[in-house]
Protein backbone atom coordinates (compact mmCIF):
# COMPACT_ATOMS: atom_id res chain seq x y z
CA UNK A 1 0.00 0.00 0.00
CA UNK A 2 3.08 2.30 0.02
CA UNK A 3 4.96 3.54 -2.81
CA UNK A 4 7.26 6.26 -2.94
CA UNK A 5 9.18 7.49 -6.08
CA UNK A 6 13.17 8.00 -4.75
CA UNK A 7 13.49 4.23 -3.62
CA UNK A 8 10.38 3.16 -6.08
CA UNK A 9 9.15 0.48 -4.14
CA UNK A 10 5.01 -0.69 -3.57
CA UNK A 11 3.72 -2.49 -0.77
CA UNK A 12 0.16 -3.53 -0.90
CA UNK A 13 -2.14 -5.24 1.87
CA UNK A 14 -5.92 -6.58 1.65
CA UNK A 15 -8.39 -7.92 3.92
CA UNK A 16 -11.08 -10.54 2.38
CA UNK A 17 -13.51 -12.63 4.47
CA UNK A 18 -14.96 -15.95 3.53
CA UNK A 19 -18.11 -15.69 5.75
CA UNK A 20 -21.30 -18.16 4.26
CA UNK A 21 -21.72 -18.10 0.68
CA UNK A 22 -23.69 -20.30 -2.00
CA UNK A 23 -21.30 -23.19 -2.90
CA UNK A 24 -23.16 -23.59 -6.23
CA UNK A 25 -22.00 -20.10 -6.79
CA UNK A 26 -18.73 -18.87 -4.78
CA UNK A 27 -16.04 -22.10 -4.79
CA UNK A 28 -13.64 -20.87 -1.37
CA UNK A 29 -9.89 -22.28 -1.01
CA UNK A 30 -9.57 -22.21 3.28
CA UNK A 31 -6.38 -24.80 2.72
CA UNK A 32 -4.24 -23.04 0.17
CA UNK A 33 -2.21 -20.56 -0.20
CA UNK A 34 -2.85 -18.09 -3.02
CA UNK A 35 0.48 -16.77 -4.60
CA UNK A 36 0.98 -14.23 -7.32
CA UNK A 37 3.40 -12.58 -9.29
CA UNK A 38 2.05 -9.33 -11.52
CA UNK A 39 2.76 -6.12 -12.62
CA UNK A 40 1.20 -3.08 -11.11
CA UNK A 41 0.13 0.76 -12.34
CA UNK A 42 -0.85 2.94 -9.23
CA UNK A 43 -2.24 6.17 -10.89
CA UNK A 44 -3.90 9.55 -9.71
CA UNK A 45 -4.56 12.61 -11.83
CA UNK A 46 -5.79 16.43 -11.70
CA UNK A 47 -7.96 17.22 -14.46
CA UNK A 48 -9.50 20.59 -15.87
CA UNK A 49 -12.61 20.83 -18.01
CA UNK A 50 -13.93 23.50 -20.28
CA UNK A 51 -17.00 22.21 -21.70
CA UNK A 52 -17.78 25.44 -23.40
CA UNK A 53 -14.29 24.98 -25.97
CA UNK A 54 -14.58 21.37 -25.64
CA UNK A 55 -11.12 21.24 -23.66
CA UNK A 56 -9.27 19.34 -20.78
CA UNK A 57 -6.01 19.93 -19.34
CA UNK A 58 -4.28 16.42 -17.65
CA UNK A 59 -2.02 16.55 -14.92
CA UNK A 60 -0.30 13.43 -14.18
CA UNK A 61 2.49 12.18 -11.47
CA UNK A 62 5.70 10.37 -12.59
CA UNK A 63 5.16 7.14 -10.98
CA UNK A 64 6.70 3.75 -11.52
CA UNK A 65 5.32 0.50 -13.00
CA UNK A 66 6.22 -2.05 -10.56
CA UNK A 67 6.91 -5.77 -10.40
CA UNK A 68 5.60 -7.54 -7.44
CA UNK A 69 5.12 -10.62 -5.64
CA UNK A 70 2.22 -11.44 -3.10
CA UNK A 71 0.61 -14.18 -1.24
CA UNK A 72 -3.13 -14.51 0.21
CA UNK A 73 -3.45 -16.60 3.12
CA UNK A 74 -6.91 -17.51 4.71
CA UNK A 75 -8.44 -14.38 4.65
CA UNK A 76 -5.14 -11.72 4.61
CA UNK A 77 -2.85 -10.10 1.80
CA UNK A 78 0.19 -8.92 1.00
CA UNK A 79 2.05 -7.78 -1.50
CA UNK A 80 5.51 -6.38 -2.16
CA UNK A 81 6.70 -4.59 -5.78
CA UNK A 82 9.34 -2.97 -6.56
CA UNK A 83 9.59 -0.26 -9.71
CA UNK A 84 12.58 -1.35 -11.50
CA UNK A 85 14.61 1.27 -13.96
CA UNK A 86 13.89 -1.36 -17.17
CA UNK A 87 10.28 -0.45 -16.63
CA UNK A 88 10.53 2.55 -16.03
CA UNK A 89 12.85 4.48 -18.54
CA UNK A 90 13.16 8.16 -18.31
CA UNK A 91 10.77 10.26 -21.28
CA UNK A 92 11.13 13.79 -19.91
CA UNK A 93 7.95 13.35 -17.40
CA UNK A 94 10.18 15.21 -14.41
CA UNK A 95 10.10 14.21 -11.27
CA UNK A 96 7.44 13.26 -8.40
CA UNK A 97 8.06 12.43 -4.84
CA UNK A 98 4.99 10.30 -3.46
CA UNK A 99 3.36 8.21 -0.58
CA UNK A 100 0.20 6.71 -1.84
CA UNK A 101 -2.08 4.59 0.51
CA UNK A 102 -4.84 2.53 -0.99
CA UNK A 103 -6.55 -0.14 0.86
CA UNK A 104 -9.35 -2.20 -0.59
CA UNK A 105 -10.84 -4.42 2.10
CA UNK A 106 -13.59 -6.71 0.33
CA UNK A 107 -16.07 -8.65 2.90
CA UNK A 108 -18.58 -11.12 2.41
CA UNK A 109 -21.39 -8.20 2.22
CA UNK A 110 -19.04 -5.34 2.41
CA UNK A 111 -16.44 -3.31 0.33
CA UNK A 112 -14.30 -1.03 2.55
CA UNK A 113 -12.13 1.58 0.26
CA UNK A 114 -9.07 3.66 1.43
CA UNK A 115 -6.90 6.50 -0.15
CA UNK A 116 -4.42 8.86 1.20
CA UNK A 117 -2.20 10.64 -1.54
CA UNK A 118 0.93 12.69 -1.05
CA UNK A 119 1.99 13.74 -4.30
CA UNK A 120 4.20 16.43 -5.52
CA UNK A 121 5.11 16.81 -9.00
CA UNK A 122 3.60 17.00 -12.20
CA UNK A 123 3.80 16.58 -15.63
CA UNK A 124 0.91 17.91 -18.15
CA UNK A 125 0.33 14.82 -19.97
CA UNK A 126 -1.79 16.46 -23.28
CA UNK A 127 1.15 19.26 -23.27
CA UNK A 128 1.33 19.28 -27.48
CA UNK A 129 -2.48 19.79 -27.15
CA UNK A 130 -2.84 22.40 -24.91
CA UNK A 131 0.67 24.59 -25.42
CA UNK A 132 2.21 23.48 -28.67
CA UNK A 133 4.23 25.81 -28.67
CA UNK A 134 6.24 24.14 -25.85
CA UNK A 135 10.34 22.66 -26.63
CA UNK A 136 9.85 19.79 -24.87
CA UNK A 137 7.56 16.64 -24.93
CA UNK A 138 5.80 17.63 -21.20
CA UNK A 139 5.43 20.70 -19.73
CA UNK A 140 6.70 19.53 -16.11
CA UNK A 141 5.54 21.44 -13.03
CA UNK A 142 7.43 20.56 -10.08
CA UNK A 143 5.58 23.28 -7.95
CA UNK A 144 2.38 21.33 -7.97
CA UNK A 145 1.14 18.99 -4.99
CA UNK A 146 -1.89 16.65 -4.55
CA UNK A 147 -3.03 15.69 -1.78
CA UNK A 148 -6.66 13.39 -1.77
CA UNK A 149 -8.36 11.44 1.32
CA UNK A 150 -11.24 8.93 1.23
CA UNK A 151 -13.44 6.38 3.08
CA UNK A 152 -15.92 4.55 1.43
CA UNK A 153 -18.34 1.90 2.58
CA UNK A 154 -20.47 -0.10 0.60
CA UNK A 155 -23.32 -2.96 1.54
CA UNK A 156 -23.31 -5.72 -1.07
CA UNK A 157 -27.22 -7.56 -1.44
CA UNK A 158 -26.36 -10.20 -2.66
CA UNK A 159 -22.70 -11.41 -1.16
CA UNK A 160 -23.64 -15.09 -0.90
CA UNK A 161 -23.52 -15.43 -4.69
CA UNK A 162 -21.43 -12.43 -6.18
CA UNK A 163 -17.97 -12.50 -5.05
CA UNK A 164 -14.95 -9.41 -5.53
CA UNK A 165 -12.94 -11.77 -3.54
CA UNK A 166 -12.50 -14.01 -6.96
CA UNK A 167 -10.91 -11.13 -9.80
CA UNK A 168 -9.14 -8.86 -7.04
CA UNK A 169 -8.13 -10.71 -4.51
CA UNK A 170 -7.56 -14.61 -6.01
CA UNK A 171 -8.86 -16.61 -3.36
CA UNK A 172 -12.13 -17.55 -4.84
CA UNK A 173 -13.25 -18.53 -7.90
CA UNK A 174 -17.28 -17.27 -9.04
CA UNK A 175 -18.58 -20.32 -10.74
CA UNK A 176 -21.71 -18.55 -12.41
CA UNK A 177 -22.56 -15.48 -13.49
CA UNK A 178 -24.17 -13.36 -10.68
CA UNK A 179 -24.28 -9.86 -9.49
CA UNK A 180 -24.96 -7.72 -6.69
CA UNK A 181 -26.80 -3.87 -5.39
CA UNK A 182 -24.58 -2.09 -3.83
CA UNK A 183 -25.47 1.21 -1.50
CA UNK A 184 -23.62 2.67 1.19
CA UNK A 185 -21.56 6.30 1.54
CA UNK A 186 -18.34 7.92 0.75
CA UNK A 187 -16.46 11.33 2.47
CA UNK A 188 -13.41 12.45 1.12
CA UNK A 189 -10.93 15.52 1.40
CA UNK A 190 -8.82 16.75 -2.37
CA UNK A 191 -6.31 19.27 -1.91
CA UNK A 192 -4.29 20.61 -5.23
CA UNK A 193 -1.98 23.62 -4.77
CA UNK A 194 1.00 25.70 -6.44
CA UNK A 195 3.67 27.92 -6.50
CA UNK A 196 1.50 29.96 -9.35
CA UNK A 197 -2.00 29.49 -11.22
CA UNK A 198 -2.45 25.77 -11.43
CA UNK A 199 -3.98 26.62 -15.23
CA UNK A 200 -0.55 27.96 -16.14
CA UNK A 201 -0.16 31.38 -18.08
CA UNK A 202 0.80 29.62 -21.56
CA UNK A 203 -2.30 28.22 -21.82
CA UNK A 204 -4.64 29.92 -24.64
CA UNK A 205 -6.10 32.94 -22.20
CA UNK A 206 -9.58 31.96 -24.22
CA UNK A 207 -9.50 28.60 -22.31
CA UNK A 208 -10.56 27.40 -18.51
CA UNK A 209 -11.91 31.38 -18.36
CA UNK A 210 -12.94 30.56 -14.62
CA UNK A 211 -10.13 28.39 -13.18
CA UNK A 212 -7.59 30.55 -14.21
CA UNK A 213 -5.47 32.53 -11.67
CA UNK A 214 -6.68 29.53 -9.27
CA UNK A 215 -3.36 28.56 -7.00
CA UNK A 216 -5.33 26.21 -4.38
CA UNK A 217 -8.55 24.46 -3.68
CA UNK A 218 -9.76 22.73 -1.07
CA UNK A 219 -12.46 20.85 -0.90
CA UNK A 220 -14.22 18.56 1.81
CA UNK A 221 -17.53 16.30 0.72
CA UNK A 222 -19.95 13.38 1.77
CA UNK A 223 -22.99 11.64 0.75
CA UNK A 224 -24.33 8.53 -0.28
CA UNK A 225 -23.20 5.89 -2.57
CA UNK A 226 -24.69 3.53 -5.03
CA UNK A 227 -24.62 0.91 -7.39
CA UNK A 228 -24.24 -2.51 -9.10
CA UNK A 229 -21.40 -4.88 -9.52
CA UNK A 230 -21.83 -8.16 -12.02
CA UNK A 231 -19.30 -11.06 -12.70
CA UNK A 232 -19.81 -13.01 -16.28
CA UNK A 233 -18.95 -16.41 -16.49
CA UNK A 234 -18.25 -18.26 -19.81
CA UNK A 235 -16.19 -20.92 -21.08
CA UNK A 236 -16.49 -22.40 -18.19
CA UNK A 237 -13.71 -20.08 -16.26
CA UNK A 238 -13.25 -16.95 -18.03
CA UNK A 239 -14.60 -14.13 -16.66
CA UNK A 240 -15.51 -10.07 -16.83
CA UNK A 241 -16.18 -8.06 -14.36
CA UNK A 242 -17.53 -5.01 -14.01
CA UNK A 243 -18.77 -2.34 -11.09
CA UNK A 244 -19.66 1.10 -10.85
CA UNK A 245 -20.77 3.42 -8.28
CA UNK A 246 -22.17 6.75 -7.99
CA UNK A 247 -21.81 9.34 -5.38
CA UNK A 248 -23.54 13.08 -4.48
CA UNK A 249 -20.83 14.63 -2.42
CA UNK A 250 -21.82 18.01 -0.73
CA UNK A 251 -19.18 20.25 1.03
CA UNK A 252 -17.75 23.38 1.37
CA UNK A 253 -14.64 24.60 -1.21
CA UNK A 254 -12.23 27.16 -1.03
CA UNK A 255 -10.34 28.76 -3.76
CA UNK A 256 -7.29 30.73 -3.73
CA UNK A 257 -6.05 32.82 -6.03
CA UNK A 258 -2.92 34.54 -6.99
CA UNK A 259 -4.41 37.64 -6.09
CA UNK A 260 -4.29 36.51 -2.80
CA UNK A 261 -8.50 36.45 -3.56
CA UNK A 262 -10.01 34.08 -1.28
CA UNK A 263 -13.53 32.20 -2.18
CA UNK A 264 -15.54 29.70 -0.37
CA UNK A 265 -18.64 28.07 -1.38
CA UNK A 266 -20.62 24.98 -0.81
CA UNK A 267 -20.97 22.48 -4.13
CA UNK A 268 -22.54 18.99 -5.75
CA UNK A 269 -19.80 17.20 -6.19
CA UNK A 270 -20.75 13.85 -8.55
CA UNK A 271 -18.46 11.75 -7.96
CA UNK A 272 -17.94 7.62 -9.38
CA UNK A 273 -15.96 4.32 -9.13
CA UNK A 274 -15.47 1.62 -11.82
CA UNK A 275 -13.86 -1.52 -11.33
CA UNK A 276 -13.22 -3.71 -14.27
CA UNK A 277 -11.77 -7.65 -14.20
CA UNK A 278 -11.41 -9.87 -17.34
CA UNK A 279 -9.57 -12.94 -17.16
CA UNK A 280 -9.20 -16.84 -16.54
CA UNK A 281 -10.03 -18.56 -13.04
CA UNK A 282 -10.01 -22.10 -12.44
CA UNK A 283 -9.39 -23.69 -9.09
CA UNK A 284 -5.40 -23.90 -9.87
CA UNK A 285 -4.59 -20.89 -11.62
CA UNK A 286 -5.34 -17.66 -12.80
CA UNK A 287 -4.07 -14.88 -15.20
CA UNK A 288 -6.26 -11.55 -15.58
CA UNK A 289 -6.46 -8.18 -15.73
CA UNK A 290 -7.67 -5.44 -13.12
CA UNK A 291 -8.67 -2.13 -12.73
CA UNK A 292 -10.11 0.11 -10.12
CA UNK A 293 -10.38 4.14 -10.54
CA UNK A 294 -12.14 6.47 -8.51
CA UNK A 295 -12.53 10.58 -9.50
CA UNK A 296 -13.92 13.32 -7.26
CA UNK A 297 -15.61 15.89 -9.46
CA UNK A 298 -15.41 19.81 -8.42
CA UNK A 299 -17.12 21.80 -11.04
CA UNK A 300 -17.80 25.74 -10.97
CA UNK A 301 -19.96 28.14 -13.02
CA UNK A 302 -22.98 26.34 -13.88
CA UNK A 303 -20.73 22.94 -14.39
CA UNK A 304 -19.14 24.35 -17.64
CA UNK A 305 -15.83 24.64 -15.79
CA UNK A 306 -14.23 22.22 -13.23
CA UNK A 307 -11.41 20.17 -11.53
CA UNK A 308 -11.40 16.50 -11.94
CA UNK A 309 -9.48 14.80 -9.56
CA UNK A 310 -8.47 10.77 -10.30
CA UNK A 311 -6.86 7.91 -8.29
CA UNK A 312 -6.87 3.81 -8.70
CA UNK A 313 -4.89 1.09 -10.15
CA UNK A 314 -4.24 -0.88 -12.71
CA UNK A 315 -2.88 -4.63 -12.49
CA UNK A 316 -1.82 -8.09 -14.22
CA UNK A 317 -1.77 -10.76 -12.05
CA UNK A 318 -0.59 -14.47 -12.65
CA UNK A 319 -2.00 -16.57 -9.54
CA UNK A 320 -0.92 -20.39 -8.57
CA UNK A 321 -2.64 -22.12 -5.39
CA UNK A 322 -0.51 -23.94 -3.26
CA UNK A 323 -2.20 -26.83 -1.03
CA UNK A 324 -0.94 -26.39 2.64
CA UNK A 325 0.59 -29.43 4.36
CA UNK A 326 -0.99 -30.60 7.56
CA UNK A 327 1.81 -29.02 9.79
CA UNK A 328 1.78 -25.46 7.69
CA UNK A 329 -2.17 -25.59 8.40
CA UNK A 330 -1.84 -26.20 11.88
CA UNK A 331 0.12 -22.91 12.11
CA UNK A 332 -2.08 -20.63 10.06
CA UNK A 333 -4.76 -22.17 11.91
CA UNK A 334 -3.19 -20.74 15.00
CA UNK A 335 -3.12 -17.09 13.29
CA UNK A 336 -5.16 -14.53 14.09
CA UNK A 337 -6.43 -13.89 10.57
Known amino acids: ?18 AEHDSSYIETFPDFITGRFYLSQKF ?18 NTTLNLGIGATIKGFTLNLAYGFGFLNPDIGQGETRYLDL ?15 QFYNG ?15 EFYVRPDLRLRLFGLSYLHLFNGERFSYAAPFVHNEVQKKSAGSFMLGGEIALVYAAGDSSL ?18 VAFFDFGPK ?29 YRYDDGMEEQEWLLNPSADFRFGFGYNSPK ?41 PKVKKVVDKLPL
Open 44 to 61: TNLEFFDDLNEQNLYYEP
Open 1 to 18: MLSYESIAQDVEMGVVSS
Open 226 to 254: GGYSHTFVFAKYMFLTLSLNIRLGVGPTT
Open 285 to 325: WYLGLTAVSSTFQNAVQEAENGMIFGVGNVRLNYVKRFLMG
Open 122 to 136: LYLENTAGIIPEWEN
Open 199 to 216: VSTLVNGDLFGPLRGIRE
Open 102 to 116: QSYTYKRHSVIDFYG
